[in-house]
């Protein structure tokens, strides 16, 4: 089952540079979607989310863009500090289906690097 | 800020076992859900539970599973005999309403059946 799909499993950028992680889905009733991050031994904690309805969503320094018609989305971190090392997952959840649960994608782990 | 909480942190147990991992949902939230990680792998949604009842269950939420709101507060996963297969990283979350809302994660429970 990989509906979504998170096809890098690590990123490294430069402190104060701009981090962009990708986020794949098939499954066209998705019409919710977010970012969680997680650090080890926690539990994922809710970063952004955005509605099928908009393209954009935007909140401090994290930014997530939805193309529907490519069915992908980005999460865009800008400027990156060390503090956002960590694992990011994207997950989806087709709501208007009345489809509660969120599918996760594997996760991409960032690196900052000071 | 309110948080989701969950007990205990780990829990190790022989094959055959039952176990039941507790969880504390945030106050206001009306509706909770429990999710899995297999170590290196996604985290995989196991069920959803509103007004006292499961509202959607994934296939891996056999006949071993269950759930339970014993009281205002708490909010259990019940695993009546643990197979090896079974040891998981086990989140509770919590939203406020299904379908409207982000869903917010508990620490997770790292469960090692031997």
């Known amino acids: 089952d990989q509906q979504v799909k998170q096809n890098s499993p690590s990123l490294s950028v430069q402190e104060g540079r701009i981090s962009i992680l990708n986020c794949d889905y098939t499954n066209s009733m998705f019409d919710y979607f977010l970012w969680y991050k997680k650090y080890p031994a926690e539990g994922p904690t809710f970063l952004i989310s955005i509605s099928s309805i908009k393209d954009k969503n935007e909140d401090g320094r994290f930014t997530v863009f939805l193309n529907k018609s490519a069915k992908h989305l980005s999460l865009h971190i800008v400027p990156s500090q060390p503090g956002d090392s960590a694992v990011y997952f994207c997950a989806a959840s087709a709501r208007n289906f009345g489809n509660e649960k969120l599918t996760f994608g594997t996760g991409t782990r960032l690196t900052i690097i000071p | 800020e309110p948080e989701v909480t969950q007990t205990p942190s780990h829990q190790v147990t022989q094959m055959g076992q039952e176990v039941i991992l507790r969880c504390v949902p945030i106050?206001?939230?009306?509706?909770f859900y429990w999710y899995r990680q297999i170590l290196g792998q996604k985290v995989e949604f196991l069920v959803s539970f509103y007004n006292n009842e499961i509202s959607e269950k994934s296939e891996i939420f056999d006949d071993q599973f269950s759930v339970e709101r014993p009281d205002g507060s708490n909010f259990t996963l019940k695993i009546r005999s643990t197979k090896l297969e079974d040891s998981a990283m086990y989140f509770c979350?919590?939203?406020?309403?299904?379908?409207?809302?982000?869903?917010?994660f508990g620490p997770g429970t790292r469960l090692l059946v031997l």
């Open positions: 106050s206001n939230h009306l509706y």
């Open positions: 979350a919590s939203s406020p309403q299904a379908l409207q809302e982000t869903q917010y």
